[in-house]
């Protein structure tokens, strides 16, 4: 899959937007959005608060975990756990990115929190890297890979999967090689 | 399936004809809330759930929301699957019937109006994951044409066949034009002994079962039987909770790929 395939997907999250316009109800396929009165925050699609962002019809309601200190401590923990801890959105990357991008002005502290975010992702996909390893070198046949977020599952898909099907092939071929 | 399927069009063509008849009305200010007014009534169908479609001979009822949801899931589901996976007809085909529908009402709508370009937009994110899983479907038969086609021939008359009449319709073709054209250019040029284009072909391509994936369980699952496949008998059975995370082989959890209870990520 294409990581622009998994920010595809990121942008059906909800978020929170401030209209600086007054509407009724969109009547959208994927549900009903609004209606916008200025100043009333509304949810719509990630999507739809960057087409609004774009053309200044909105101010972008900042998640609540994009926020330095939440992020130092979502970083902190992290740091201390042998394992993945589980992440505030299932998308954490590709949301900020795209705020980052497209509203800077609407996140306090952008500069740091694209820090944050950035040291977050390194330390994840080095415990990643480090993990993948352990498990080729253990040999199962499973591994469960709870609280990964599918950008960093599609960062390591084709090495990881490619890799355990070339040694699972090995494998089959040993025996018929000892005989 | 089929004659089901067509009560659903006939309960949206009412709509549809009512919206064309607005297209015809002059004042774009009529148009507009005539459009509004016909979408309203659309939606409100669906919360009614005026939209069935059979699925594992089931009704069910399911609103465009959800159908796009479904949309996302066969779509992720035939990305990642090394195999063709049964085909899901009814949701492609409510959801053109929907982008037909939102296309009129864009269409009726005034120029320069608001909504256009967010409806516009949406529109192309929908048409793009169909398209997308469309063709992924697509390229499947072509590299498996004669397999696929082969086991559609063996299957039991109780099950159902994982290509829609038209992809069958294509395969078919496809695997015709294929061995026609490798008789031409290369078969009939050879001595007669070596003309059988079976035997020329000796390994038929088949997807790649044992092809490793990452999954995410839908239900809590109890002892999936993972096999080493090699003689040492390494074998092991695992239970899986609901929203659990895993990489291994596709082979010992298709057939929960297709029931819904795994989503392919």
């Known amino acids: 899959m294409d990581n622009d395939e998994v920010e595809f997907i990121a942008e059906n999250e909800l978020i929170t937007v401030v209209p600086n316009f007054q509407y009724k109800t969109f009547y959208l396929i994927g549900g009903d959005i609004g209606p916008f009165e200025p100043s009333v925050p509304t949810q719509v699609p990630l999507w739809l608060a960057v087409h609004f962002r774009q053309r200044q019809k909105c101010r972008i309601e900042?998640?609540?975990w994009i926020n330095v200190e939440k992020l130092e401590e979502i970083m902190n923990n992290e740091k201390s756990s042998d394992l993945f801890t589980q992440m505030p959105n299932p998308h954490y990357m590709e949301i900020t990115n795209i705020l980052l991008n497209c509203a800077p002005q609407d996140i306090p502290r952008a500069d740091e929190v694209k820090t944050l975010i950035k040291d977050i992702w390194d330390l994840r996909i080095a415990k990643l890297r480090s993990s993948m390893n352990?498990?080729?070198?253990?040999?199962?046949?499973?591994?469960?890979?709870?609280?990964?977020?599918?950008?960093?599952?599609?960062?390591?898909?084709?090495?990881l999967t490619k890799t355990l099907k070339e040694l699972h092939n090995l494998k089959q071929h040993v025996p018929i090689a000892d005989e | 399936m089929e004659s089901q399927y067509s009560s659903v069009l006939s309960s949206i063509r009412p709509i549809n004809?009512?919206?064309?008849?607005?297209?015809?009305?002059?004042?774009?200010?009529?148009?507009?809330?005539?459009h509004q007014a016909a979408t309203g009534v659309f939606s409100s169908n669906h919360s009614n759930g005026a939209e069935h479609f059979d699925e594992d001979d089931e009704e069910e009822e399911i609103t465009p929301a959800e159908l796009i949801e479904k949309l996302q899931q066969s779509w992720l589901n035939e990305k990642f699957s090394p195999e063709l996976l049964e085909h899901k007809t009814p949701v492609v085909e409510c959801i053109i019937e929907q982008i037909k529908h939102m296309e009129n009402n864009i269409r009726s709508a005034k120029k320069g109006d608001f909504r256009i370009a967010i409806h516009k937009l949406e529109l192309d994110r929908i048409k793009y994951m169909?398209?997308?899983?469309?063709?992924?479907r697509i390229k499947k038969i072509e590299q498996f044409a004669s397999s696929i086609l082969e086991e559609d021939v063996r299957r039991h008359s109780n099950i159902r066949s994982k290509l829609s009449a038209e992809e069958f319709a294509y395969a078919s073709e496809y695997l015709k034009n294929v061995r026609a054209h490798l008789t031409s250019s290369v078969l009939e040029h050879l001595p007669s002994n070596l003309q059988d284009l079976n035997e020329?072909?000796?390994?038929?391509?088949?997807?790649?079962m044992d092809k490793f994936v990452f999954l995410k369980t839908m239900d809590s699952i109890k002892g999936i039987l993972i096999d080493d496949m090699t003689n040492d008998g390494r074998n092991e059975i695992i239970d899986m909770d609901k929203d659990d995370l895993y990489i291994m082989r596709y082979n010992p959890i298709k057939s929960y790929v297709n029931s819904g209870e795994i989503q392919l990520i």
């Open chain 1, 62 to 64: 900042c998640p609540s």
């Open chain 2, 200 to 208: 020329a072909v000796a390994t038929v391509p088949r997807p790649d």
């Open chain 2, 130 to 136: 169909l398209y997308s899983y469309l063709r992924i």
């Open chain 1, 134 to 159: 352990e498990f080729i070198k253990s040999e199962s046949l499973h591994a469960k890979v709870n609280n990964l977020t599918l950008l960093e599952i599609n960062t390591v898909r084709n090495l």
């Open chain 2, 17 to 34: 004809t009512d919206e064309s008849s607005s297209l015809s009305s002059n004042t774009n200010e009529e148009e507009y809330t005539h």
